[in-house]
């Protein structure tokens, strides 16, 4: 007989604000249509999008990422100077070197001197922050760390594949956490799991700006363009995504009959209406902002968190389950107490 697995220890932390930017620019599917040459209602019908928000030539995605993460202090009435530890993910930042963190900490008005640094885990990089970043307040090395997302996608669309470019916007969100007392409150992240199944890792990708495309060994300008194959990606992630579940609250004593709130990553209108067919839950119960901003990469996740606080669909009590896959092909699951 094999023993059960012990339940995972709450691991605390307390979420003292979140926030959001979003570029000036909107644009509406019936907008794409004329811009494209396509029919009336062909990029609603492919894309599931009424609405997303594309960067203009002159916004900047480290000023973005900014912008969510004063919008964070703001509500949360918290001052720059509190914060001791800067986070930044982004699926794309905005050069490769140094570190897009950097060059977030002086519009964001956190002081010279603040450490920071990048995270790079593709769409699911706000989940793999957070995760890292409740270590290192456990650990008592810093007392209250800010993680900001963001994501340009449209710079990197291609426009001749519909299936990788009309599911995208751009945005950008931003988190403050600390430490929460251990035995005194429920709030922090009661499991987590991350899994990489490299079998996929050709599915979506970006293949120039390191070391292996780049002008002194071979490049051509597609290669800075996004290319997904969708439907390999959609079938690949499918097959995973029902056993990913089950060894996600493996041992816990919990199902997904205790969550209060599904906030999933908004890959598409396919992949959010599959997650919930696959995990048999009803549209109450799952975050769904994709047709009102797409598919936003690393800022999905964290935006649709923050909207459902802002909306009061998750307050202090909520037990929320974030939920994902990312260019890898990686899977990750948390769920937080709040």
Not at 190 to 211: D, I, N, S, Y
Not at 243 to 270: N, Y
């Amino acid at each position: 007989m094999l023993a059960s697995n012990p339940a995972p220890a709450l691991l605390p932390l307390a979420l003292l604000a979140t926030g959001k930017a979003l570029p000036s620019r909107c644009v509406s599917s019936a907008a794409l249509d004329l811009q494209f040459g396509h029919a009336p209602g062909y990029v609603l019908h492919k894309s599931g999008i009424h609405q997303r928000h594309y960067a203009s030539a002159t916004e900047n995605q480290a000023e973005l990422a900014a912008a969510a993460l004063r919008d964070a202090m703001a509500r949360g009435g918290i001052r720059p100077g509190s914060i001791d530890l800067l986070l930044s993910t982004s699926g794309v930042p905005d050069q490769a070197l140094p570190a897009m963190s950097c060059r977030i900490l002086e519009p964001a008005g956190l002081a010279a001197g603040t450490p920071a640094f990048d995270v790079n885990a593709s769409c699911l990089g706000f989940l793999a922050a957070l995760q890292m970043a409740a270590g290192l307040l456990a650990s008592g090395a810093y007392k209250r760390i800010a993680i900001t997302a963001c994501d340009l996608a449209s710079r990197g669309i291609d426009w001749a594949d519909p299936e990788a470019s009309l599911i995208f916007g751009d945005g950008a969100a931003a988190v403050i956490i600390e430490a929460g007392q251990p035995g005194t409150s429920e709030q922090g992240i009661l499991m987590q799991r991350f899994e990489t199944h490299p079998a996929g890792k050709h599915m979506c990708q970006v293949r120039a700006g390191g070391t292996a495309r780049n002008p002194r060994n071979g490049v051509v300008p597609q290669d800075y363009l996004f290319a997904m194959q969708g439907r390999a990606v959609f079938k690949f992630v499918a097959g995973l995504l029902d056993g990913f579940v089950q060894r996600l609250f493996s041992g816990s004593g919990r199902g997904l009959d205790d969550i209060d709130l599904i906030v999933p990553h908004q890959a598409s209108h396919l992949s959010m209406q599959h997650l919930r067919k696959r995990l048999n839950v009803p549209l109450s119960r799952v975050m769904d902002i994709y047709a009102s901003h797409g598919n936003q990469v690393c800022a999905s996740i964290p935006t649709a968190l923050h909207e459902a606080l802002d909306s009061g669909r998750a307050r202090r009590g909520s037990r929320v389950l974030m939920l994902g896959s990312a260019a890898g092909v990686t899977l990750g699951g948390m769920v937080l107490a709040l």
